[in-house]
């Protein structure tokens, strides 16, 4: 079983100091721990943050509703997925 164990800490201070600071984990190599690539510089044209689905979702009546109704009527499934989890992110702002 594979877990990730690597972490990054900071104080509150520090995040107020740099707050668009990131850390990205980089791939194993030769290792079992990712080596951590800490940003503390403004990148312009950053990548857009991957689509998580949040569990504690289905708890809200209105998550249901959101996936029903946020692919319209297209048929291609990648296309619904991307659509679902656009809705889906909106939703939970």
């Not at 164990?5 to 721990?33: K, Q």
């Not at 569990?55 to 499934?77: D, P, S, Y």
Request: proline share 3%; hydrophobic share 40%.
């Amino acid at each position: 079983m594979k877990e990730m164990l690597d972490r990054v800490f900071c104080t509150y201070n520090w995040r107020l100091a740099f707050p668009e600071a990131e850390v990205i984990a980089l791939p194993t190599m030769g290792s079992d721990h990712s080596p951590l690539l800490l940003t503390t510089d403004v990148i312009l044209g950053r990548r857009q943050k991957s689509f998580t689905f949040e569990a504690f979702w289905l708890q809200e009546r209105e998550c249901n509703e959101v996936i029903e109704n946020g692919h319209g009527t297209t048929k291609n499934l990648t296309q619904r997925l991307k659509l679902v989890s656009l809705a889906l992110t909106k939703w939970s702002l």
